[in-house]
């Protein structure tokens, strides 16, 4: 009971500071987004809005600029205390991203302001080392529930992302609580999530459980795609680019000429728009790969977001293309990809799972579930978070190297 107790008025605490953060951060997200859809000159811009972020980050956040990696490093490892500016730097870093076009999600911002708020808590509470991990995790957990309106994912994607093949138990309660209470918290300040539909889910039969398996192993590849070009991009622009403000500033221009020789914002922002009409259609194929390179261009050269919102519109704009070859009703494959390479990119197929279950019903459960675990296997040992540890290898080949860091792999 003490600790039902404490871990509940700590959950409540938590749940109700980092949703409202969510919902203030959604509400200016939409704004940002809308604004520059009205005034299509501010992507111009973007280098400089490129700048001021990497200088900001360069002489008053270094402390901070791993981001995620940096929550997950100290759930491994707790240290000092996650310093309170990385939420007010994550937040305007992301909001000038998306204002100026760039090509980013809203995942890891949201992560990182609920780890911020969560570190504030250690002392009031007087939390030991373990505890702190547990507070972390709980942190993840409400911060990606409340963003995405998904707070069953959001728990076991705070439980099953720092450590590949094995989930904390010790944490389940917190995370759990700490999820549903930051979602309804950024409910109660009527933040609207999209809402995604499929209209023909098949019976399942032998026939469409073979595509699901087939589609599944493109959208693994795909996600180890992603994981490893990002990080390959991202050193590229450390190695020749020796000042970091500089960074965003090469990359801002290249992302701004792309838009403007393409005409087109479709693949800058969240995306969510073509995520929606991927449900509804069958897109072309080079849909999932212009996001994919603005993408990582963007987030390489050192704009802040997240990956996930991108890895959502890549996989459901991949899953739509695939049914040019693939049996499958569009609408379901879109919601396969969706869930199935943010799975394979982030080694969270319960989650994402959950997550899937959560977004489009339960009609679609074993469909959503046979491509989430493909996607899982076939991505290897690759990650969008380099600091994730392998607590249990996927296969024989890594398992005398368990809890290496992924970053070793790659």
């Known amino acids: 009971m003490p600790y039902i107790v404490k871990w509940l008025c700590i959950s409540m605490i938590l749940g109700a500071l980092v949703g409202t953060a969510s919902a203030g951060f959604l509400q200016s997200l939409e704004w940002a987004t809308n604004f520059r ?35 997950i490093d100290n759930i491994h490892d707790p240290k000092e205390i996650i310093p309170f500016r990385m939420a007010p730097f994550v937040y305007l870093g992301t909001i000038a991203t998306h204002f100026f076009g760039g090509s980013a999600g809203r995942e890891g911002t949201a992560l990182q302001m609920a780890g911020a708020i969560a570190g504030q808590l250690s002392k009031p509470f007087k939390l030991d080392k373990s505890e702190r991990r547990i507070l972390l995790i709980a942190a993840i957990a409400a911060g990606f529930g409340s963003v995405f309106g998904t707070p069953l994912a959001g728990a076991v994607f705070g439980l099953e992302v720092f450590l590949i093949g094995k989930i904390r138990y010790n944490a389940i309660f917190p995370a ?18 999209t809402h995604y539909h499929i209209s023909l889910i098949p019976k399942l039969e032998l026939m469409p459980v073979l595509y699901s398996i087939l589609a599944g192993i493109a959208f693994g590849i795909c996600a180890a795609a992603f994981s490893r070009m990002i990080h390959w991009v991202g050193s590229v622009f450390k190695s020749k680019i020796q000042y970091p403000p500089f960074r965003p500033v090469i990359g801002g221009i290249i992302i701004a000429l792309a838009v403007f020789a ?63 070859f693939i049996p499958l009703p569009f609408g379901l494959l879109a919601g396969m990809g969706f869930v199935a390479v943010f799975a394979g990119a982030t080694n969270t197929p319960l989650a994402c799972i959950l997550m899937g279950i959560e977004l489009f019903g339960a009609e679609c459960g074993v469909y959503i579930a046979i491509a989430c675990v493909v996607s899982y296997l076939l991505s290897g040992h690759n990650s969008i978070y380099t600091k994730q540890k392998i607590g ?12 290496k860091s992924v970053s070793e792999f790659l």
């Open 37 to 71: 859809e009205s005034h299509l000159w501010l992507i111009a811009l973007l280098p400089v809005a490129g700048f001021l972020i990497g200088l900001l980050y360069y002489y008053f956040g270094k402390d901070v600029d791993a981001g995620n990696n940096l929550l």
């Open 176 to 193: 759990f609580a700490s999820a549903i209470l930051a979602d309804w918290s950024t409910n109660l300040w009527n933040v609207k999530h």
């Open 262 to 324: 393409m005409g087109t914002t479709r693949y800058i922002g969240l995306g969510v728009p073509v995520i929606v009409e991927s449900f509804e259609k069958q897109l072309p194929l080079y849909d999932f790969a212009l996001k994919m390179i603005l993408t990582i261009i963007t987030l390489s050269a050192g704009f802040k977001g997240g990956e996930v919102t991108p890895l959502f519109f890549i996989g459901a704009s991949l899953g739509s293309a695939l049914s040019l």
């Open 392 to 403: 249990e290898a996927k296969n024989r080949r890594y398992a005398s190297r368990e809890a």
